[in-house]
């Protein structure tokens, strides 16, 4: 059921940047799983391997983290109230994988394309929770269906 409100530019906005950012982020994910990071130049020795190291739980939590996301964002543009619980999944997929990289990965976090691992981490813990926060509020006032 879609509410009877106007769609809010914010909503609009936040939905899209939450959209570009889990579509690169299902990019990179279709990259690294297929291999074809790997041929890249500007990567550090060995990380087109990161997928196969990964034990099941992580590889799972990752996928999670990387879909659950995009369908999220694709719920929150279409204003649908699921987008909540979605996106509190996503948080707890990203915190897990956070979890594997940081403390059972063998090599640790890695900089990517410049980008320092820590920055990276904490944007993939920061973006989902950022947007369960606001769809939640966004369910609380009505504004999803």
């Known amino acids: 059921m879609t509410p009877a409100t106007p769609r809010s530019p914010l909503l609009v906005l936040m939905s899209l940047l939450a959209l570009v950012w889990y579509v690169a982020l299902a990019l990179d ?20 391997a990161a997928p196969e190291a990964m034990p099941l739980w992580a590889a799972v939590a990752t996928g999670v983290a990387v879909w659950l996301g995009l369908f999220s964002a694709i719920l929150l ?3 649908d109230r699921m987008a909540v619980l979605c996106f509190a999944f996503t948080l707890i997929a990203a915190a897990v994988q956070g979890l594997w990289l940081v403390q ?3 090599a640790g976090p890695q900089p990517f394309m410049g980008i320092a691992a820590e920055q990276m981490l904490g944007a993939q813990l920061l973006v989902p929770l950022v947007l369960w926060v606001y769809a939640r509020s966004l369910k609380q006032r009505g504004a999803l269906g």
Not at 29 to 43: I, K, Q, S
């Open 29 to 48: 994910y279709l990259a690294a799983r297929y291999d074809g990071v790997a041929t890249l130049p500007m990567l550090p020795e060995g990380l087109g």
């Open 77 to 79: 543009l279409l204003r």
């Open 104 to 106: 059972f990965s063998t």
